[in-house]
């Protein structure tokens, strides 16, 4: 069996700029997303430039069986994952009162539930394969965020959980590392409801330095790649200020963006 690499949410933004880097290098991949159009797109684009076709699967992340479901089609392909790239994600603007209960658990079973699920089923294949590990969270990691609650904790949870992986799996020889960007000009701030004129004042990142910045940081067996300087300053500044300070101010910056 082939060791492929495996990219959730690789339909758009960051997750289909990781697609066109990992292809660039040479890699064999399947790609998860519900847009299965926009996956066949991209195989067709990254086949023609000359890398291995990648497999698509389109598949909703967050019902039940899906990380099943993924597990099967790499069998099916006579594969196993080599490199599993959880990126798949969302989030929501407004109030944890004012937003929708099921919506909001929809964050947590996308980005907590699925992610958790899928690495676990694939931990085996990585192990066999002294593979790597990214996961996907945010700069929103680093703090409580009201405005954007259940995001931002969602993302708490990804980067705890890359970063004690990272130290448990050194003896296995699998690489874990934690992708934390800033605001990305991506489809996400769409999803999340919040207004074009905000995204603007976020001076956001590309999504390709952005996947740069991952590929850079898996690559070299990082914990944890921030990119951009601002991005890192605020991480570091998590770690000192307290957020009893910080909080008001993202309470500012998110009012208005949501329900
Ligand atoms: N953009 C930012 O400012 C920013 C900042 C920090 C972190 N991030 C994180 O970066 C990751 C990628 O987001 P992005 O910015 O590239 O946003 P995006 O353009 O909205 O991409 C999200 C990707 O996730 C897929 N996805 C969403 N729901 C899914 C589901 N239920 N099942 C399977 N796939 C699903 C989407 O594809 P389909 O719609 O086709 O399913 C899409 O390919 C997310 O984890 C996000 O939290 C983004």
């Given at each position: ?19 066109r880097?990992f ?79 099921a ?78 960007p ?51 300053v ?26």
């Amino acid at each position: 069996m082939t060791a492929i690499t495996v990219i959730t949410g690789a339909s758009g933004g960051i997750g289909a700029d990781l697609a066109r880097i990992f292809a660039r290098n040479g890699h064999k991949m399947l790609l998860i997303a519900r847009n299965g159009e926009a996956l066949s797109a991209l195989s067709d684009e990254l086949s023609a430039q000359g890398a291995p076709r990648p497999l698509v699967l389109p598949l909703d992340l967050a019902t039940p069986g899906a990380a099943q479901r993924v597990v099967a089609a790499l069998r099916q392909a006579d594969a196993t994952a080599g490199i599993l790239v959880n990126n798949a994600g969302y989030g929501l603007a407004g109030t944890v009162a004012g937003l929708d209960t099921a919506e909001q658990l929809g964050i947590v079973n996308l980005n907590v539930r699925a992610l958790t699920e899928l690495t676990l089923l694939l931990l085996p294949d990585l192990i066999a394969a002294r593979g790597r590990l990214l996961n996907v969270a945010s700069t929103a990691a680093y703090f409580p965020g009201p405005g954007m609650a259940v995001y931002y904790a969602s993302k708490a949870f990804v980067l705890s959980l890359s970063e004690a992986m990272h130290q448990e799996l050194k003896k296995d020889g699998v690489s874990v590392t934690v992708l934390c960007p800033g605001a990305t000009a991506t489809g996400f701030f769409d999803r999340a409801g919040v207004d074009a004129n905000m995204l603007k004042m976020l001076r956001p990142m590309s999504s390709m330095t952005v996947a740069e910045a991952g590929y850079a940081g898996l690559m070299a067996g990082r914990r944890v790649a921030i990119p951009g300087v601002m991005n890192k300053v605020a991480a570091l500044l998590s770690g000192v200020v307290p957020h009893l300070l910080f909080m008001p101010l993202l309470q500012h910056l998110q009012a208005g963006r949501g329900r």
